[in-house]
């Protein structure tokens, strides 16, 4: 009910008497962004072209904020927690998710074909929201053992997660969903990752990649530098968690990371890939 409430708060002085407008697009967990488009129906605002397209972009925008605001607030940043619920907890505020939301890059808007509807695309960047919610200074140390193993030294980490894996803790299985902060746990449940973990001044802990992209087709650009020449290749075991985000990895694969120094540092460093289904990466953004 808390949840439904911080939504109304949004959303309900713009509910009556509102032009027609929509929003379409997906979040697009590959890229960090959501990218969002938003159509005005001329006619129901009342808008004749030329002169009212001043008017029309003013509606367009507000039309935005008010769609854009339940998708921001929904936005899952660990297992357990959405925006919405750190609004709850006071621990993120209204208006930082407007300004985020403001923070958009936004092309000017174009007419649609039909000459009907004025139309605008919103690219909002996940990374300065995360960078918004790492709240420490200075990175916490990962786990270590007294008796570290001979490690190669490895320029990244990929964690192939795809298809439904073994719930920890339930019955049955589920596939891997991706959050902003998710944990890495070991096959003992031992903390391997957690944001605390992650230098403050990056603005992500974990970079999703396609499977298909992993195994076949090639890593983009910006994946293939943050994995670099020797990645660690580990497949995922399970997954843990109220909201099944956290991969779990066999303890084996846990101690190659923690070894060494220089492998502990992929984690501060954030140089970590998990790869999912292609399918697991798109979550359609929905309005009116």
């Not at 929509?22 to 697009?28: K, T």
């Not at 367009?60 to 899952?76: A, F, H, K, M, T």
């Not at 020449?229 to 985000?245: K, N, Q, Y």
């Not at 990371?257 to 992929?266: G, M």
């Amino acid at each position: 009910m808390k949840k439904f409430a911080v939504i109304l708060i949004f959303c309900a002085a713009a509910l009556c008497g509102q032009p027609l407008t929509g929003i379409s697009g997906a979040l697009e967990w590959d890229k960090m962004e959501i990218n969002a488009v938003v159509s005005l129906d001329l006619a129901s605002a009342d808008i004749r072209l030329p002169t009212g397209r001043t008017r029309g972009e003013a509606l367009l925008e507000s039309g935005y904020i008010r769609l854009i605001r339940p998708e921001i607030l929904d936005l899952p940043v660990d297992s357990s927690s959405t925006i919405a619920d750190l609004v709850e907890r006071g621990e993120y505020s209204i208006a930082e998710a407007e300004n985020f939301a403001l923070g958009a890059k936004a092309p000017v808007p174009v007419l649609s074909p039909d000459l009907r509807s004025l139309r605008a695309s919103y690219s909002l960047s996940l990374g300065g929201l995360v960078s918004a919610l790492l709240r420490h200074s200075r990175p916490a140390e990962p786990m270590r053992i007294l008796g570290p193993l001979p490690v190669p030294a490895y320029t990244g980490i990929i964690i192939i997660a795809a298809g439904e894996l073994p719930v920890h803790g339930r019955k049955g299985s589920a596939m891997i969903r991706p959050c902003l902060f998710p944990k890495i746990w070991d096959t003992g449940m031992n903390l391997v990752y957690e944001r605390n973990m992650l230098e403050p001044s990056k603005d992500s802990m974990i970079r999703y990649a396609p499977l298909s992209a992993v195994l076949g087709s090639g890593l983009s650009a910006g994946d293939a530098a943050l994995a670099g020449g020797r990645p660690l290749r580990i497949l995922a075991r399970g997954v843990f968690g109220e909201r099944p985000t956290d991969p779990v990895i066999d303890r084996e694969d846990a101690l190659l990371i923690i070894s060494s120094a220089e492998n502990r540092r992929l984690l501060r460093e954030g140089r970590v890939l998990v790869a999912l289904d292609d399918s697991a990466l798109k979550v359609p953004l929905e309005g009116e």
